[in-house]
Structures are given as C-alpha cells and as structure tokens.
C-alpha cells in the first residue's frame, strides 16, 4: 500500500521556471524524505524533514511539511534540464514496525530546454 | 555513489530459476532495507534487517527469502521465478531510525 500520494503525476515546465510538487499521506510520520530517480536508475537522497520541522531548504529545492494537514511540498527553483526525473516522497510512519519507508507513486518532471 | 553497492547490477534468467542479490550496505550502517520497484506496483518495501536481525517485512512473497551476515552485507533470494518477478531490485541502508536512507543503484531482473 502506498502512503504518500504525489500530485501531480507529471509535469512539465521550462529550464528556468519554478517546479512545485505536493505528496499528502495517511498517517502520523516521524519523518518525510526527497528523493529522485532518473529513468531506470537508484533513489537519489534530496531532503530529509522531520515531523517537528515545517521547512528545509538545500541548494535550489525548499521542502514544507504541514503534520496537520499531512502533506508535503517540493519545490525546485531556477530548473534545468538536468533536473529531469522522477520524484518521489516516502515517509516514515510513527505505527510501522522497523523505519521503512513507504513511497507515493511519484510525480515525473520533465523541464525542456 | 550513495556508498551502497548491488551485485550484479544486470540479471536475465528463466523461469522457474532461483537468484540471489547482493547487497553491501555503507560503512557503518547497520540496518539493510530491500525495495522491489515494478511498473504496476511502484516501489515496495520488501523487507528490513537491523543488525543481522529481522526488524520488518513488507510485501515479500514466500518466494523470496534474504538475510544479512555478520559483516552486514545481506543477500535477497528470489526463488521460483515468474515473469511477474521481472524488476528492480533496490537495497537501501542507514545507521539508526530516523536518520537517512540511501539506495543502491538496483538490480535489474529480467525474467523470461
């Protein structure tokens, strides 16, 4: 079952212009961690925010995190090419045995040059 | 380079075979997750080994089976091949709960 929900499920946007995608989950998380994938290959680790934190930045991606409305945001500024990928997020739930991750489906970004 | 490594990082076998992942997790890190990513099903956890130990399963099917040694590397069997068990393979690791989880590059398992 998949916890996090990315919104949308792909994007589309211009080298330059601002990225923004959101994943809502279910249930209460001791964290909410970035990553990203590009086209068959690992999970790149972006950002990591914790359940009492409301928001990170590292380089050009800024991460919110609204425990009660259980949802997260990434936002990619300034995007280039390079930033096309897959993102997902996954959290790890304050009920789940061990700290796995559970990851939404992803949202697919593609920035055109 | 996440500092884990995934042997071999390509695989094609039959079905019916049975095949094992390799897993090298950072240095230090004592727990070792396994994901399966699948067109249809997204990315899902499998199973978590803390310190040699069991500490969660996922969806693993009886099929599959792994473990981890006491260096802390950890392999994942995959038996009984289907075509349906055509996928990445992904081995994560971290130090302690809460902190970071890294991720391999992936087995890609092709199963024909």
């Known amino acids: 079952s998949q916890q996090g929900e990315e919104d949308p499920q792909a994007l589309s946007i211009q080298e330059g212009e601002n990225a923004t995608m959101n994943c809502s989950y279910k249930t209460s998380i001791n964290n909410l961690q970035w990553y990203r994938q590009n086209s068959g290959r690992g999970l790149v680790h972006l950002i990591l925010i914790r359940s009492n934190e409301r928001e990170k930045h590292s380089g050009r991606l800024r991460v919110t995190l609204d425990t009660s409305k259980k949802s997260s945001s990434l936002l990619i500024t300034a995007s280039r090419a390079a930033d096309t990928a897959s993102y997902f997020c996954a959290t790890d739930s304050v009920h789940a045995a061990g700290n796995k991750l559970t990851f939404g489906g992803g949202t697919r970004v593609l920035v055109k040059p | 380079d996440s500092g884990v490594t995934q042997t071999p990082k390509h695989l094609i076998t039959a079905t019916g075979q049975r095949v094992t992942l390799r897993c090298s997790p950072r240095s230090g890190d004592l727990s070792v997750y396994w994901y399966q990513q699948s067109l249809d099903q997204g990315l899902q956890f499998l199973i978590q080994?803390?310190?040699?130990?069991?500490?969660a399963k996922g969806n693993i099917l009886e099929r599959f089976s792994a473990q981890q040694f006491p260096d802390l590397h950890s392999e994942l069997n995959l038996s009984s091949l289907e075509l349906g068990d055509s996928a990445l393979y992904f081995c994560?690791?971290?130090?302690?709960?809460?902190?970071?989880?890294?991720f391999g590059e992936g087995s890609w398992l092709t199963v024909v």
């Open positions: 080994y803390y310190n040699g130990e069991e500490r």
């Open positions: 994560a690791s971290s130090p302690a709960r809460g902190n970071t989880i890294y």
